[in-house]
């Protein structure tokens, strides 16, 4: 199957100072339709400049699947919900994906949600 070239979809990177606020930042964002898809990738080490200092920390990853026109409202919720001062919140454009999930990305982010819609369990 031919793979769809991407011109809305896009991955949003983001750090977190733990596990659990990685996960209640992804479970707001995906509550609000404002992302498909968050992977959590614990444990990673960041190497960063702070405020004059050299920083060594520990943190966790959230890659997010989103839409380019809900990355204002993801940006905004993201920033409210989030412990450190300036965030990192980095959108990439999706150059190609596969056509099943990039339509199953654009159907389950909505700028709305839909109301009488039932939740699953994934």
């Not at 199957?1 to 992804?26: D, F, P, Q």
């Amino acid at each position: 199957m031919k793979g769809h070239k991407g011109n809305s979809e896009m991955v949003v990177l983001m750090t977190a100072s733990s596990e659990k606020e990685a996960a209640r930042i992804a479970t707001a964002l995906l509550e609000k339709r404002l992302i498909a898809c968050a992977n959590l990738v614990p444990r990673i080490r960041s190497l960063y400049r702070w405020k004059g200092k050299l920083c060594d920390d520990a943190e966790t990853l959230l890659l997010c699947k989103t839409r380019r026109d809900l990355f204002g409202s993801l940006e905004k919720e993201a920033k409210r919900l989030h412990s450190y001062e300036v965030p990192e919140i980095i959108g990439l454009a999706v150059a190609e994906g596969s056509a099943p999930y990039l339509a199953w990305l654009r159907s389950e982010t909505r700028t709305q949600p839909v109301k009488g819609r039932t939740r699953r369990t994934c």
